[in-house]
């Protein structure tokens, strides 16, 4: 008895020594600082390159514009470097980049519109954003503290849906807050809040979702008293947003709660059901909703004002100015996708990025969003906890979403749906949430590299 326990406790020390001397996982906070510079360096030299070719001088503003968005940039590395050290280094490089060639454009905008700037107002919001980011890595110890307000989200959520009812329509939408000269857009904090209830909600009931409940030909259903609380909430979301005449965010609600409940469920079937109901939704509201009818028919017929002779409409201005750019692009202030029109800095700016880019340059920029998304699905993957895992799939899909909706809608692909494309269009609430979802992948992502003391590749 007594080799037996001697045998037991050298086998428990031998242990507890593997676990002492488990690595960790590189940090690689120094290769993050090395692309955040080099992410400021490209955007400055947009910067610079829209001025040379607008005007033949470098902007007086170039050092304010680098200067400004290198320390937004520095003060958020700090912030990862100190409170998620194991974080993704690649995220916030991806966001810095996207936000700095944003801001490149807009400018570059602004100087064919000099009555209606939009860049300051636009630097202003990512520093709003970027200080958000900040509080969330900072204040927010773990992503699992989120599970506990699941049903506080949704609530929230529900609210900020149903405020612009009472505002009046913008450009045939009701989705804005307009309040003395001051405008915010709630459905863009909605989707985040949704997003964290779909994942707290998914994954408590996820056993019962995936192993209770009927059978509807191959497919089999959930309970109703299980899956019926999360599709109320759903339906009333959308419900909401198609009063408010917002398809395009009504879409991403549903993408959003069709992929989260796959990946709950573990059933493929539920990805053919979304998309028969999201044709047939699409079909319905196309048909009896004037506005979308409208938008319907102009994706259908793109060149029919032309040939009625009234001129080309947007979506017309905007396959011109892909075509215009060709494979490398006319150059960074050489374009003339302002002949879009009223919405080209926001619904748009993708034309603008080719024309001006390219193919090349567009492709590059699609890159990045894949990168980004790519990152959040692989830190959600690496986790063990159903919420984390549900959580980050579910904020990477909301970028994968919005950037197939949008490039979608401005190449002809789908009909028009009026959404911002992250980080690049004008809209304040769209970058401050952007960098919201950026900072709570960062932070699950740090969660995702600590487990058990393994990297993710």
Known sequence: MADIAETAGTAHTAVDALVTVAPRPPRRRGIECALIVLAVLLSVYGYCAVGLA?????PPGTVRYGAGLGLLALLAHGAVRL???????????????????????IYRLDLDTPGNRAAPAQLYWSTVGVALFIAVVVLLRHH???????????????LLLTLPIFFPAVNGARIWLRLSGFSIQPGEFAKVLLAVFFAGYLAANRHALALTGGRAGRLRLPAGRVLGPVVAVWLLSVGVLVLERDLGTSLLFFGLFVVLLYVATGRT??????????????????????HVHGRVTDWLHPFASIEAGRGAGQLAQSLFAFAAGGALGTGLGLGHSVLIGFAVKSDFILATAGEELGLAGLSALFLMYALLVERGYRAGLALR???GRLLAIGLASIVALQVFVIAGGVTGLIPLTGMAMPFLAQG????????????????????????????VP
Do not use: K
């Open 144 to 158: 699992r503290v989120l599970q506990r307000y699941t049903y506080l989200c949704v609530a929230a959520a529900l």
């Open 385 to 387: 906890d159903p919420f």
């Open 269 to 290: 079937g539920w990805i053919a059901v979304g998309l028969v109901l999201a044709v047939a939704g699409a079909l319905a509201v196309g048909w009896l909703e004037p």
């Open 83 to 105: 409170r998620a050290p194991y974080a993704d280094p690649l995220l916030l490089p991806i966001a810095v980049l996207l936000n700095g060639m944003g801001l490149v454009l």
């Open 54 to 58: 607008h005007d033949g001088t470098v």
């Open 428 to 455: 304040g609430s769209s970058v401050v949430t952007n960098w919201i979802i950026v900072a709570l992948l960062i932070r699950i992502s740090d969660s995702a590299r600590q487990c058990h003391g393994t990297a």
